[in-house]
Every structure is written in structure tokens, then in C-alpha cells.
């Protein structure tokens, strides 16, 4: 659980890292907010699968929008990040999809 977890910081926080340089933004409050996002997240993603564990691609995917959602609203109310919500919500899109797809195929 904390391989993955320092796994998806690092994809993530490579992708708003991105993010900032493209807009011209400090990244510094993005990241902090994201890296406390992401435990908060990590948590409920694995509490899902394994309450769920019969159903775990269903569980996975459920869990995956509901933490896009979640991640969407919290970029956004975390005032220093300064995102509009269109952006807080694909820039979360764009974080856990990288994410999603680079730990689908990683042996961990």
C-alpha cells in the first residue's frame, strides 16, 4: 500500500508539475495539497477494494470516479491553488488517469 501510494504521488505530482509549467504557476501549493489529497484518497481506494474485493474491477472503477470527484473539489477549495474548477477538475482527470494507466501495467 505505500509502494503504491509513493508511486502515485511521484506520476502525479510529475503531471501538476506540468500543469504549473504550462499555465505559469507556482506549483508548490499544488503539490502540497495533492500529496495530503492523495493519502486521503490511497485510503479510501484501498478500503474499497478490499471491502469489495469479489467485484474488484467494479470496485476499482467506482472508486477511481468517485476519487476523481473527490480530488476535482478539494484542488478547487484549497485557496492557494488559485484553479478554476474547470481546470481543478481536468487537471484531476489528467492526474489519476496517468496514474491509472501507468499502475495498471506495473507489478506491484
Not at 23 to 43: D, V
Request: charged share 10%; hydrophobic share 55%.
Amino acid at each position: 500500500m505505500i509502494l503504491t501510494l509513493f508511486i502515485t504521488i511521484i506520476i502525479e505530482c510529475l503531471v501538476l508539475t506540468g500543469y504549473s509549467f504550462w499555465r505559469r504557476r507556482s506549483a508548490r501549493s499544488l503539490l502540497i495539497s495533492s500529496i495530503c489529497i492523495n493519502i486521503l484518497t490511497q485510503s479510501f481506494l484501498w478500503l474499497g477494494l478490499n471491502l469489495f474485493f469479489r467485484h474488484y474491477l467494479v470496485a476499482l472503477m467506482v472508486s477511481e470516479v468517485l476519487i476523481w470527484g473527490i480530488e476535482s473539489i478539494l484542488l478547487y477549495s484549497v485557496t492557494a491553488n488559485q484553479l478554476p474548477f474547470k481546470d481543478a477538475v481536468l487537471l484531476s482527470l489528467s492526474m489519476n488517469l496517468t496514474s491509472f494507466a501507468i499502475g495498471w501495467f506495473l507489478p506491484v
